[in-house]
């Protein structure tokens, strides 16, 4: 089994305003790569500075997130599913972004590792922190990149507890 840990962090309220990305893919319950990109989002409007400490400076000499698109979308290549925690977010802005840049959207089912924290690992309040806590995973909390690898750690113990 194959699958793919995603998260994004945005500059602001608009789903298509994506300013970093981290991946990780994951086989046979082993992680096999990771990485995380800084995006040049369509404006330069950023109200979540203060949540994920991204400003404009930072991501106005990276690539868009339609030049990042043939890197990224390898990862998507010969999964079972992706996940992500607050999939619905995640699955939000991935369409979003694919819709402003004229992208095929992957086709692939998205499983929420915040609900499978809540029924498979009865963890409450099941936020990203508190179930990293729960199960002693690092986490540099609003990086992308740590945040995509903590969520397939997650989604890996629900595997292994049958969920």
């Not at 500059?11 to 995380?36: D, E, F, M, T």
């Not at 590792?113 to 936020?127: G, Y």
């Amino acid at each position: 089994m194959t699958f793919l840990a995603i998260d994004f962090e945005t500059a602001n309220r608009y789903p298509n305003s994506a300013c970093a990305i981290g991946l990780v893919r994951v086989r046979h319950n082993q992680i096999i790569n990771k990485k995380a990109f800084l995006i040049k989002p369509p404006y330069n409007l950023f109200e979540y500075s203060h949540v994920h400490g991204i400003t404009f400076d930072d991501v106005k000499q990276q690539p868009t997130f339609r030049q990042l698109w043939p890197r990224i979308k390898k990862y998507f290549d010969e999964i079972d599913f992706a996940v992500a925690h607050n999939a619905s977010f995640d699955v939000a802005v991935l369409k979003s972004c694919c819709q402003t840049y004229g992208l095929e959207m992957p086709d692939v089912e998205f499983r929420c590792t915040m609900k499978l924290s809540r029924t498979v690992l009865q963890i409450k309040p099941a936020n990203l922190f508190h179930v990293c806590r729960e199960l002693f995973i690092p986490l540099t909390h609003h990086d992308a990149g740590s945040d995509a690898e903590a969520c397939a750690k997650i989604m890996i113990e629900v595997l292994k507890r049958g969920g």
